[in-house]
């Protein structure tokens, strides 16, 4: 094998190295694109859920304040009607 064909071989080695590193750097950038929509994605799921659970949290303790009120006004009903 003759030191040109050697040399044509190996800048065709280069080439195809380069193009490689090229595909593998778009590959990256849209990967990390992926990764900011995802996170945004899940923000806005995560704050989704933090509004129920607080909606949630009021009509619990709305639950809770009616059921008291209807404990006290039985038990006072008892007593005040004797």
Do not use: K, P
């Not at 030191?3 to 044509?8: G, N």
Request: proline share 0%.
């Amino acid at each position: 094998m003759s030191a040109h064909a050697l040399e044509v071989r190996m800048a065709h080695l280069e080439g195809a190295y380069e193009q490689i590193n090229h595909r593998l750097g778009t590959v990256e950038q849209r990967l990390a694109a992926l990764e900011v929509r995802v996170d945004t994605g899940f923000a806005r799921v995560d704050e989704c859920f933090t509004r129920l659970e607080s909606r949630f949290d009021q009509r619990f303790m709305w639950i809770i304040g009616v059921l008291v009120v209807s404990i006290l006004l039985t038990i006072v009903e008892r007593f005040v009607a004797h």
